[in-house]
Nanobody, 118 residues
Framework: QAHLVESGGGLVQAGGSLRLSCTTS????????MGWFRQAPEKEREFVAA????????YYADSVKGRFAISRDNANNTVYLQMNRVKPEDTAVYYC???????????WGQGTQVTVSS
């Protein structure tokens, strides 16, 4: 099992930046792919970004490509989502996820709220 804890959410103006962090206790994350999803009010949860366990490959939704960057610090058991040039449509609860089984996103954090004001 993995207990994921997100932090760094908050209120930011459009065009600004925010960095989300995700860490866990009791289990190292360095051997697993990790990612971020988000869910806006009255919308389905959607994929945002993912990173392989080595950090060598990253993947992004088209809506955030070129603005967001996912990275990981395996020594500190932490994954980050750097959000730049944010837009009001980026407003959502952001969830950190981990793929422990190799077959999908097994565990989810409780989420952190990001609100972008126009």
């Amino acid at each position: 099992q993995a207990h994921l804890v997100e932090s760094g959410g908050g209120l930011v103006q459009a065009g600004g930046s925010l960095r989300l962090s995700c860490t866990t206790s009791g289990r190292t994350l360095r051997s697993y792919a990790m990612g971020w999803f988000r869910q806006a009010p009255e919308k389905e949860r959607e994929f945002v970004a993912a990173i392989r366990r080595s950090g060598g490959s990253t993947y992004y939704a088209d809506s955030v490509k070129g603005r967001f960057a996912i990275s990981r610090d395996n020594a500190n058991n932490t994954v980050y989502l750097q959000m730049n040039r944010v837009k009001p449509e980026d407003t959502a609860v952001y969830y950190c996820v981990v793929d422990l089984s190799g077959g999908g996103w097994d565990y989810w954090g409780q989420g952190t709220q990001v609100t972008v004001s126009s």
